[in-house]
T-cell receptor, first 112, second 110 residues
Framework: GDSVTQMEGPVTLSEEAFLTINCTYT??????LFWYVQYPGEGLQLLLK?????DKGSNKGFEATYRKETTSFHLEKGSVQVSDSAVYFC???????????FGDGTTLTVKP | EAQVTQNPRYLITVTGKKLTVTCSQN?????MSWYRQDPGLGLRQIYY???????DKGDVPEGYKVSRKEKRNFPLILESPSPNQTSLYFC?????????FGPGTRLTVL
């Protein structure tokens, strides 16, 4: 079946450090890939997405590139802020939009 | 404002007492979905619905029921809750392949 594997957390960084959270996937077919973010006490919200190979999703300084050859969708940000502290989920969805698979989530804490 | 609402937000109940968690969306989306979130296990899909009267099992459907009688509503039903269903539950409404999540329902089954 489909699966998403995320880098284990928690991740603790100092403000302005570079962030990478690794995500790899296994899927039959050609999925769309997503990063969702969950701030404390809230539901998940979409951070960025990519729908086909070599697409780059970007939002709020975060980026991720859909790499079909390595089945990866790593999340990066050049300079993190304290306000980026949250749980980040990598996810995939196939053409049947109701069926989605999420990774376990990576908790990021950014210290001032 | 486009949103997904869930009720209740918090619920403490006892084993075997039937309960329903409601979910409603005002975006006219056809697809809706239920997830549970547990520490170390991420989000796991319970059920999803492609349209009115069309539902299908996700990865962890045991112990749950759903119904979709109207497009906007997708309630989650626990006929006989057990302690292993203590979790944080999220409803989502889907546009294309993007999910819009509700605020969550924290359920404790004693």
């Amino acid at each position: 079946g489909d699966s998403v594997t995320q880098m284990e957390g928690p991740v603790t960084l100092s403000e302005e450090a570079f962030l990478t959270i690794n995500c790899t996937y296994t899927a039959t077919g050609y999925p769309s890939l997503f990063w969702y973010v969950q701030y404390p006490g809230e539901g998940l919200q979409l951070l960025l997405k990519a729908t086909k190979a070599d697409d780059k999703g970007s939002n709020k300084g975060f980026e991720a590139t859909y790499r079909k050859e390595t089945t990866s969708f790593h999340l990066e940000k050049g300079s993190v802020q304290v306000s980026d502290s949250a749980v980040y989920f990598c996810a995939l969805s196939l053409t049947n939009a109701g069926k989605s698979t999420f990774g376990d989530g990576t908790t990021l804490t950014v210290k001032p | 404002e486009a949103q997904v609402t869930q009720n209740p937000r918090y619920l403490i109940t006892v084993t075997g007492k039937k309960l329903t968690v409601t979910c409603s969306q005002n975006m006219n989306h056809e697809y809706m979905s239920w997830y549970r979130q547990d520490p170390g296990l991420g989000l796991r899909q319970i059920y999803y619905s492609m349209n009115v009267e069309v539902t299908d099992k996700g990865d962890v459907p045991e112990g749950y029921k759903v119904s979709r009688k109207e497009k906007r509503n997708f309630p989650l039903i626990l006929e006989s809750p057990s302690p292993n269903q203590t979790s944080l539950y999220f409803c989502a409404s889907v546009r294309g392949s993007e999910q819009f999540f509700g605020p969550g329902t924290r359920l404790t089954v004693l």
